[in-house]
């Protein structure tokens, strides 16, 4: 017993150990944003801003909501065309069983490891072409490109899940592929989709090499390129770069929030077949 319980304190031990070290970075973001600019750069490290100074947020809150504002939309365009796209494809590859099914999953699997900056430099040379760079859909196209992958693994092994027996009983009433999919696969997946359009958020959201090389004349300026606007030639204001950074974190972090019991649910959902 006494072994036992001095395991779990260990156990417990480790995961807040492991939890801290995860959230110090956003912790010294927030402490940094909050601090005068010669105390960031001052030998001895201040754990705590006293006395607060919102100076970088007033500079943030002056210049930077339109980038926010162009990031939430070009990260919700691409969510959204990600699961348009990944839905009907990962409901193919679980009724549809093909032969080649394995090797289109492995190219899923490659498509997710390949470095952005490979992609973005092929991109560029397609857009110059096409006339897409410096527009909003060829941004979002691009930003969809790492997410269309990831939610057609998540949504398949969601899909797969789901009882075989449905889909045959529709089709024998003659709903049709579609109708099962429309009326029956979808409600059924609500946890997948949720999960699978979070994370294609964040991808877009996050999005650095694509904004930067597909912008070419700064027509559009996401919160990733926005924050440069404060590292200048003879000097960096720190403070507003910190405060566009705490800025730029709490839609992401409002969405987890909301969408956590989803994503449990749509990670785990997978894990048992039918």
Not at 3 to 28: A, H, K, Q, S
Not at 210 to 239: C, E, M
Request: proline share 5%.
């Amino acid at each position: 017993m006494r072994r036992e319980r001095t395991g779990m304190w260990l156990r417990i031990g480790c995961g807040v150990l492991i939890v801290g070290v995860m959230l110090f970075p956003l912790y010294w973001m927030a402490n940094a944003s909050l601090q005068a600019q010669w105390a960031l750069l001052d030998p001895s490290p201040r754990w705590l801003p006293f006395p607060p100074l919102i100076d970088g947020y007033k500079s943030a809150a002056g210049s930077q909501w339109p980038h926010i504002v162009t990031s939430c939309a070009v990260a919700s365009a691409a969510a959204v065309l990600s699961l348009a796209v990944a839905a009907p494809c990962a409901y193919a590859l679980v009724v549809f069983r093909m032969r080649w099914t394995t090797f289109f999953i492995l190219l899923m699997l490659i498509a997710q490891m390949l470095p952005h900056i490979v992609m973005a430099n092929a991109l560029y040379a397609i857009y110059a072409q096409l006339g897409l760079l410096d527009t909003y859909y060829g941004l979002i196209l691009a930003d969809s490109t790492m997410g269309v992958p990831f939610a057609i693994l998540i949504l398949r092994a969601f899909m797969a899940s789901l009882p075989r027996t449905l889909v045959e009983a529709a089709l024998c009433d003659g709903l049709g592929y579609w109708g099962v999919f429309f009326h029956i696969v979808l409600p059924l997946s609500r946890n997948g989709l949720i999960t699978s359009g979070l994370f294609c958020f964040l991808f877009a959201w996050s999005d650095f090499i694509f904004a930067l090389t597909l912008s070419t004349r700064q027509k559009i300026v996401p919160i990733t390129l926005g924050i440069y606007d404060f590292i200048g030639t003879h000097g960096t204001d720190w403070n507003g770069i910190m405060a566009t950074a705490v800025m730029a974190s709490i839609p992401p972090i409002v969405l987890l929030l909301f969408g956590q019991k989803y994503i449990t649910a749509g990670l785990i959902g997978g894990a048992v077949k039918e």
